[in-house]
Structure formats: C-alpha cells, structure tokens
C-alpha cells in the first residue's frame, strides 16, 4: 500500500510563485499542460511512480483550493456576474461540469470550506480533521464525500464531542484508506455509536428520508433510489398487498381487474391470477404504475391559472412517427417514452393537437392580449421548444417558464412568436447587464421560429457560456452552424 506523504513546495520555489489567484492559476495550468507534452519514454519506472504519485497529492490539495474559490463565490454571490442564479447552476452550466460533479464540489466545500459568519468572521471547518488532510494532499473529494455520509447519518442524540472523535477518526483512517474503505470503516463507526439502534428517533428518520428518480439508461428505464420512514414503508406495504396481488393491473392482460383487489369480483380475480405470470416484482411495479394513473386522472382538472403544465402528461410526437408506430416521444417532464408505450398512456387522455407549417416548421400565430401565456400556448411551446431553450441546458419543459422575446423588459405581447421556453435559472438572467443573456426569435434563415442567446458581455476565454449566436442543440438534435445564420445587427 502506498502512502503518499505530504510536502509542501520548499521556500525558493514558493517565492517564485505569484499570489494573485488568477495568475496562479495560469501558472497551474502552464505546469499541466507542459507536464501532458513531456515526452516519458526516457523515464524510468520509478521516476513515473513517483511523478504518479506527486500529481495525486497535487490533485487532492487542488481539492482543497477549489473549495476556498467556492466558498468565497458563494460568500460573495460572484455566481450572478457570471448569468447564474446559484452556485449550483454556475458550476453545473457555467463551468460545465454537470449536476453530479457540482453536487459533488458543493457538498466537499460544505465540508472543508471556511466560511463567513454574519459578523465577519472566518469559521473553522465543518470537518477540521477532513480540512487538514485534504490540505496535505493525503485525501480527496470521494473520501470527503464519504466522511460526510457517514457522519450524516450519526444519531442527532449522540454529543458533539464524540461527534467530532468520530469525525476525526474517519479522516485518521481515510489517509491510508480507499473511500470504498472509508466507507466500511464508517459502518463500523456507526455500529458502535448507536449498537441497537435506539438512539435514532424521529428526526433522524426525517432528516434520512428521500426519494430520487434516476436519469434513463439506454433501454429508457430508470431507477428509484429511496430510503423510506417506517410510515411510509407501512402504507407503501398495505397498497401492495392490495394493488399488486396475482391477477390485478396486469398491463397484459386486458381482463384483468384495476385497482384494489377488495373492489374487484373475486371470479375475475381468481380468473386473472391463474393467466397471472408475472414476477412480484413485476407486480408491484405495475401496482405503483395504476395508482399513479388513477391519482393523475382524478387531480387532471386543468384551471384557468398560469396554465402551468407541471401536473399533466404531455407528450410531443411526429406524424410521421405516429404513423409507424415508431420512435421516441417526449413527455414535459423531459422523460422517453417509445410510441407503443405511448399510444396505451394516451388511450384515457384529452389530446391536443400542434400544428407547425409544413416547409418552415414555424409554429401557428396565437396572438394573445394578456400578460400570463396561456394553457394553449405553454402546449405549443412544449410542442416546438421541448425544454429550456438556453444553450446547453437540459431542463425539461416542466421547469421552464413562458418567456418574452425580446421584449422581456415591456411586457410585451403574449404571442407565440414572442415568447419562447426558459427554466427560471436561465429566464431571470436575460437582460443587458454585465453577464446577463440577450436573446430573439429568429425571423428569417433555416432556424426560424426558434430562440437565440448571446452574452451580453462576450468572452474569448475560459470555460463560461457561447461565444455568439447560437442555437439550442440539447432538446432540437441538430449541431450548431458554423457560422451565424441570422448575425444581429452590428
């Protein structure tokens, strides 16, 4: 097992270096980027090992690094100079690294960080012990992680200074531990804080609780990950015993009875569960499915409001692909859904139909006199935009919200060729500040009808948002040109 022991740079090549941060992260980035070039055939194995393990501890105390600029971006808000709302969507959308990773770095910094209190003053760590070690460059970002979800789950009841011996053991170990081995060292922590279980109470289990749907994979499944409270696991119990006994909600089998089994004739019943082949797994889940549909069927009663869509399946689809009963349809929500599938969701649903001009692909003109869209035209932006239309964000249409182009400001027409879909992390930046967004619907060229961003202040460096015009490419399929088709004007 190898240790990697911290040394920091000796004092002559420390006053060498710079200390405005800007410029020495340039000076970081030329030492990265000379280091790719050498050539390493000349090396010997040891030299390599050792150049291997030196970057490592340079990786980990650059951990360390990040987490004093995110907390010092947080601290200041210096997120909205760059267009972004949070520092969540900056790291995410504007540094590009996707929700995962800025998750990951927020909740490292949460927890090496020193933050500002209201009064001025610097804060110690929330994790010391973890602070340090990232420090030396001994551990990084997964250990810390790991740190962090084990001390999340330590019992409310258990004292604060066994709370920080714990704390400090976990990043004791960690310096010669994998986070994989943090992580069993962790349960065994647990188990001797609290061997029985009986310091845990209710607002553990609060605090524990969560339910999160995991992105598709490539068959378009997904996965549930939740940890449920005794309350919950005790209903979602009785609903399946209920829901999902032998011969009930069968999606194959169009005699089989929907609903409780208590509400059905027990002859149909018995007739079902003999045709019944289906694992309990497989039962349970289509028992969750009808419960699902049953609860949307009776809360779908769309009011005259915002017009809001969030609470409605809708779906956008192709003629083309209706007619061959084939592809890929989008919900709102921003979930697939293969045609067959579709076509038996749609059999209890109102439809609404989208027209589109058929050489241009221009959406319908539906002129509107007031301030809020409404429900026909957020259907028709579903219908062209998908989802958010600023560069590079994902959000689906569910998130987003009706938005002016570009006469935001005025309160111009509701028209459907004056409004266009934005997620309220892009919607609110658009304007003519430093760092905010301009943005049109293009009236001419091949992408007519759709929305255009530009920064208002545009940069030729760095990893931040486009450069020019551009063209949402996440929701439409379809690569950016490479040249502007509709420059503005100047």
């Known amino acids: ?6 040394e920091p740079p000796s004092p002559d090549l420390d006053a060498l270096l710079p200390n405005d941060p800007v410029a020495l992260a340039a000076v970081a980035n030329a030492v990265a980027v000379k280091l790719a070039a050498l050539p390493l055939a000349a090396s010997t194995e040891g030299e390599l090992l050792t150049a291997a393990e030196s970057l490592e501890q340079a990786r980990r105390r650059f951990d360390a ?9 947080s601290d200041r808000g210096a997120y909205r100079t760059a ?19 800025a998750r990951r770095r927020r909740v490292a910094a949460a927890a090496i960080g020193r933050f500002t209190s209201m009064q001025g003053q610097t804060l110690s760590p ?5 602070a340090d070690a990232v ?6 970002v997964d250990h810390v992680l790991e740190i962090d979800a084990v001390l999340t789950r330590i019992p409310a009841a258990v004292t604060t200074d066994v709370r920080e011996g714990a704390e400090a053991q976990l990043a004791a170990v960690a310096r010669t531990l994998t986070p994989a081995g943090v992580r069993t ?3 065994r922590l647990l188990a001797h804080l609290d061997p029985d279980g009986q310091l845990t109470d209710d607002r553990d289990r609060r605090r524990l609780r969560g339910l999160a749907l995991m992105p598709q994979d490539r068959q378009l499944m997904s996965k549930l990950r939740t940890h449920l409270t005794p309350g919950l696991r005790a209903d979602l119990e009785i609903m399946l015993q209920s829901w999902a006994a032998p011969g009930m909600n069968n999606p194959d089998d169009p005699a089989s009875p929907t ?18 082949d289906r694992t309990p797994m497989q039962r349970n889940h289509d028992a969750l499915h009808a419960l699902l549909i049953l609860a949307r069927q009776q809360s779908n009663t769309p009011t005259s409001g915002s017009g809001s869509l969030r609470s409605e399946l809708v779906v956008t689809i192709t003629d083309a692909e209706l007619a061959a009963h084939a592809g890929i349809a989008l919900t709102a929500t921003g979930t697939r859904v293969p045609i067959g599938e579709l076509v038996r969701l749609a059999a209890a649903a109102t439809p609404h139909l989208a027209v589109f001009a058929h050489t241009t692909g221009e959406p319908l003109y539906l002129g509107r006199g007031r301030r809020l869209a409404s429900r026909a035209q957020r259907l028709m932006l579903f219908a062209r935009d998908r989802g958010c239309t600023a560069p590079g964000c994902a959000a689906p249409f569910a998130r987003t919200e009706a938005h002016h182009f570009p006469d935001w400001q005025d309160g111009g027409p509701t028209d459907i060729d004056h409004l266009g879909a934005a997620c309220g992390s892009h919607n609110r930046t658009v304007g003519t500040a430093p760092g905010q967004w301009e943005t049109r619907i293009a009236a001419t060229g091949p992408h007519t009808g759709r929305v255009h961003w530009r920064p208002t202040t545009p940069t030729t460096t760095g990893t931040g948002g486009p450069h020019r015009w551009q063209i949402n490419t996440i929701h439409h399929a379809e690569l950016l040109p490479t040249t502007d088709p509709d420059p503005p004007p100047g």
Request: hydrophobic share 50%.
């Open 135 to 140: 420090g030396d460059g001994a551990i990084g």
């Open 126 to 130: 929330r994790c010391p012990a973890t």
């Open 185 to 187: 060292a962790g349960v």
């Open 65 to 73: 690094a990040d987490a004093a600029v995110l907390v010092e971006i």
């Open 83 to 101: 267009g972004y709302l949070s520092l969540h969507a900056y790291l995410s959308g504007g540094l590009r690294v996707g929700d995962g990773a």
């Open 1 to 6: 097992m190898t240790t990697i022991i911290a």
């Open 259 to 276: 609903g409780a089994v208590e509400s059905a004739d027990p002859a149909v019943v018995a007739a079902a569960a003999e045709r019944d």
